[in-house]
């Protein structure tokens, strides 16, 4: 599958099906902290995405002066 | 996962709620959460005008969103604070959401203003932390376009993922004045200062970021270039840590405090405020904060005139 990491604009291919809770624990990823996208819809940990899907990780975290 | 309210399939998940909802519910319920919280802290009135500082952002755009919808009576306030391409896409979502929406937006160039001082340039004549400039910046412009609006009240985007990294900051460094002011509603010190008050303080990034996606908001998604290695991130780091382990910290870390703890801080006797004798805004001393940082530049750039 192919995964977009946003806002750092990088692209990383991951191998075979997963489940999306799998993915993220994979990716160091801690819960709560990215949406996942499937176009225009957003999925949750026991969601699965399949091998040919193209997925967003869009991180929700913001930091500074706010 | 089901969603807890209508059982069609979930499409946001809430653990420190230990709940999913499909995408009307969750609008539905973060909705009432804020409209809970401005009921909660007495906030504001629907018979009251209520500036939102809007940066372009999803907590700010779901903020504005989510008190429009639930009929309050809004206008938003956009400041370009001159950090490149960033602020041009920032107010451009700004722009795009207000046209979209119907909503009045209030645009304030800093570039324009008298001192015409943008953040880059402030940080790096004081050596501040670009944050610290910032936030000083920030709270100057707000509190005199609310002023000058004739605005009760001014709305700001701040989360509970901020509101949780602010109180470790604070309680890392017992921080006695700043646990004082922080609370959801800060009444006004002074009578040039406006009420300010926080209504996402008890929802998290994850639902403001989700909330905005669900209702079709474009965001600026991109990270503003000043905030890489901003203290605020390690804190939040920290306690998105403690929250995969342990669900539901940040929200009782932020609430129990505000119910607990707060009331002891607040107790402290506060000095009176009076006004700046450059800008005529409330201060401390005789200069307010922002003018002693629009001074420190100014007799920077006098020494770095001098010298060239």
């Known amino acids: 599958m192919d995964v977009r990491l946003e806002p750092q604009g990088k692209s990383i291919k991951v191998a075979g099906r997963r489940r999306v809770g799998d993915l993220l624990v994979s990716l160091g990823l801690l819960p709560g902290t990215v949406m996942v996208i499937r176009g225009d819809e957003l999925l949750t940990d026991d969601d699965v995405i399949e091998d040919v899907d193209a997925i967003e990780l869009r991180a929700v975290i913001s930091g500074g002066a706010r | ?308």
Not at chain 2, 58 to 87: M, N
């Open chain 2, 1 to 308: 996962m089901k969603c807890r309210r209508c059982t069609a399939k979930a499409v946001v998940q809430l653990r420190s709620h230990n709940a999913a909802f499909c995408r009307e519910c969750f609008v539905f319920v973060f909705q009432r959460t804020v409209e809970r919280s401005i009921d909660h802290e007495r906030m504001f009135t629907r018979d009251e005008r209520i500036l939102v500082a809007v940066s372009g952002g999803k907590d700010s755009l779901a903020l504005w969103d989510t008190l429009a919808a639930l009929g309050y009576a809004t206008e938003g306030l956009y400041l370009g604070l001159g950090i490149g391409r960033y602020s041009s896409a920032s107010q451009r979502k700004a722009e795009g959401y207000a046209a979209k929406a119907g909503l009045r937006l209030h645009v304030v160039q800093l570039a324009d203003e008298s001192d015409a001082v943008g953040v880059p340039e402030a940080a790096a004549f004081t050596h501040r932390q670009p944050c610290a400039a910032c936030g000083t910046m920030k709270r100057h412009h707000f509190d005199r376009a609310a002023l000058a609006g004739g605005f009760p009240v001014l709305a700001t985007g701040h989360n509970l993922d901020d509101e949780a990294a602010r109180l470790l900051g604070n309680v890392l460094h017992w921080q006695l004045p700043y646990l004082a002011k922080q609370q959801p509603v800060l009444a006004p010190s002074h009578a040039k200062f406006v009420r300010k008050v926080r209504p996402l303080y008890r929802t998290s990034e994850y639902e403001s970021a989700t909330y905005a996606f669900l209702r079709g908001i474009d965001y600026v998604v991109e990270e503003c270039p000043n905030s890489h290695g901003a203290t605020q991130l390690i804190y939040k780091d920290l306690m998105n840590r403690l929250e995969a382990a342990m669900p539901g910290t940040k929200h009782s870390f932020v609430t129990e405090f505000l119910r607990r703890a707060h009331p002891l801080f607040a107790a402290a006797p506060e000095g009176s405020l009076g006004e700046c004798e450059r800008c005529g805004m409330p201060a401390s001393s005789a200069l307010c904060g922002y003018c002693r940082l629009i001074a420190e530049i100014e007799r920077r750039r006098g020494e770095a005139v001098a010298h060239s």
